[in-house]
């Protein structure tokens, strides 16, 4: 009796140390790769951080005062071999706030003089921000799409289809726009917050919705806004 329980005592002890050796072991290439995988993430951080550096040391056009936060990232230098470099240039006074993420290897991204970029945007140029216009937090701007007609390819391996957007100046962009490429904004104009704006909006206009559509526009004689 005294010896059979002693036995399965021992097995239980035994099992209690060696289960999660075998357990490691099992997943013992889980956990190379995990650890080959963040090495890869830090090397890759240095690198980037490296680019990010020197593209503001060196590749940005850009008039004293202007802002970038440091938590901006900024994608101008070009990662393909034989592909052109283009322009990221900001006007006195304009601004990149942080977390915005600001890409101009398909077209110039321009910010003219007082323009401003807010938390958490993105913009893909070819891209033009006019005079002392807006853009608020968590919109998505972009002069480039996928070209996809090609079903026997990926749209990967199809290129780009590349236009450029223009808002002219004073132009205020509300919180979590979408605008797409082509897409041209008259002068002191005003898109709502949330909009997709897939057409181009006059000047003078406030507009709202998906797809986004005039609502109201400036008259001039009574100097007032009125309903579209
Ligand atoms: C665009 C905006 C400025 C317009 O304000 P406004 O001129 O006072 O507009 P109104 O309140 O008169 O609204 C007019 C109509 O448009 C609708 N509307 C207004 N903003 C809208 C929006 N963003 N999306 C959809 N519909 C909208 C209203 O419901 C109203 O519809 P109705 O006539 O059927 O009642 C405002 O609605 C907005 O989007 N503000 C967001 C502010 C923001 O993003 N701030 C970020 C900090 S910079």
Not at 8 to 31: D, E, T, W
Request: proline share 4%; aromatic share 8%; with cysteine.
């Amino acid at each position: 009796m005294w010896e059979t329980e002693t036995k399965s005592g021992g097995v239980k002890r035994a099992v209690r140390i060696f289960l999660p050796a075998i357990h490691l072991a099992s997943n013992s290439y889980a956990l190379v790769e995990s650890v080959l995988g963040f090495a890869r993430d830090i090397v890759k951080a240095v690198y980037l951080a490296g680019i990010q550096l020197y593209t503001r040391l060196v590749c940005i056009e850009r008039e004293f005062p202007s802002s970038i936060r440091l938590r901006a990232r900024l994608d101008v230098v070009p990662r393909t071999a034989g592909s052109e470099r283009h322009r990221l240039s900001l006007g006195k006074h304009s601004l990149i706030e942080t977390h915005c993420v600001v890409c101009t290897w398909h077209g110039d991204v321009i910010l003219k003089e007082g323009a401003s970029v807010g938390i958490g945007s993105v913009v893909v140029g070819p891209v033009q921000i006019g005079e002392n216009s807006a853009v608020a937090q968590n919109c998505f701007i972009s002069g480039q799409s996928h070209c996809y007609e090609d079903v026997s390819k990926s749209f990967r391996r199809q290129g780009f289809q590349v236009t450029p957007v223009i808002i002219q100046k004073d132009v205020w962009i509300c919180s979590n726009c979408v605008i797409i490429p082509g897409v041209k904004i008259g002068n002191n104009s005003v898109i709502g917050a949330g909009s997709v704006v897939v057409d181009n909006i006059p000047a003078y206009s406030v507009a709202v919705g998906n797809p986004a559509k005039v609502i109201k526009k400036y008259d001039f004689k009574t100097e007032k806004w009125v309903r579209a």
